[in-house]
T-cell receptor, first 117, second 111 residues
């Protein structure tokens, strides 16, 4: 199957700093990338959908000015958590889709575990 | 009501047992259905898609009942390596790839 990478896999930062997470599709061009967040013992929650070259679409309750998403190419999307606080500590997972159809498969990255002290 | 509901478990079964998980979804316009597997502190991985006619992949069988908005996963001859959290996933009715995840059902297979 297709491969999606994320970097870093784990980050620990101080409150107030910004953290950038990269999501790359390694062997296919991703028309769309999705960013999810998963708190302990909870389900994955979609944060935003990004299409290459256009603004991301954020889910209700997700602050677009806090979670900056850039999808500058068909193989790279970045999520920047600005002025991170302890409540932002979570498992952030991206996924990439190669097509636009409902049935097109999404491929998930290995996730980034963010801990804000 | 949650969009996708699952029994969180855990289901504790011995090796070789057959175990079934159920899931209900609230949006009748949902079009695609999946079972994902998630190991502890890892990303979810697609186990199988679920089709209206039911489908089987080795020891795994998935069923979909659109009328009841109900999805099931049956695992036969459980292996220790099947221990994981199984996520029921449904696409939203936007006609695009927005997926809604259940909280998962945890399976523990013991020797």
């Amino acid at each position: 199957g297709a491969v999606v990478s994320q970097h870093p896999s784990r980050v620990i930062c101080k409150s107030g700093t910004s953290v950038k997470i990269e999501c790359r599709s390694l062997d296919f061009q991703a028309t769309t990338m999705f960013w999810y967040r998963q708190f302990p013992k909870q389900s994955l929650m979609l944060m935003a959908t990004s299409n290459e070259g256009s603004k991301a679409t954020y889910e209700q309750g997700v602050e677009k000015d806090k979670f900056l998403i850039n999808h500058a190419s068909l193989t790279l999307s970045t999520l920047t958590v600005t002025s991170a606080h302890p409540e932002d500590s979570s498992f952030y997972i991206c996924s990439a889709g190669s097509g636009l159809a409902v049935t097109d498969t999404q491929y998930f990255g290995p996730g980034t575990r963010l801990t804000v002290l | 009501r949650k969009e996708v509901e699952q029994d969180p478990g855990p289901f504790n079964v011995p090796e070789g047992a057959t175990v079934a998980f159920n899931c209900t979804y609230s949006n009748s316009a949902s079009q695609s259905f999946f079972w994902y597997r998630q190991d502890c502190r890892k990303e979810p991985k697609l186990l199988m898609s679920v089709y209206s006619s039911g489908n089987e992949d080795g020891r795994f069988t998935a069923q979909l009942n659109r009328a009841s908005q109900y999805i099931s996963l049956l695992i036969r001859d459980s292996k220790l390596s099947d221990s994981a959290t199984y996520l029921c996933v449904v696409n939203a009715d936007t006609g695009f790839q927005k997926l809604v995840f259940g909280t998962g059902t945890r399976l523990l297979v013991s020797p």
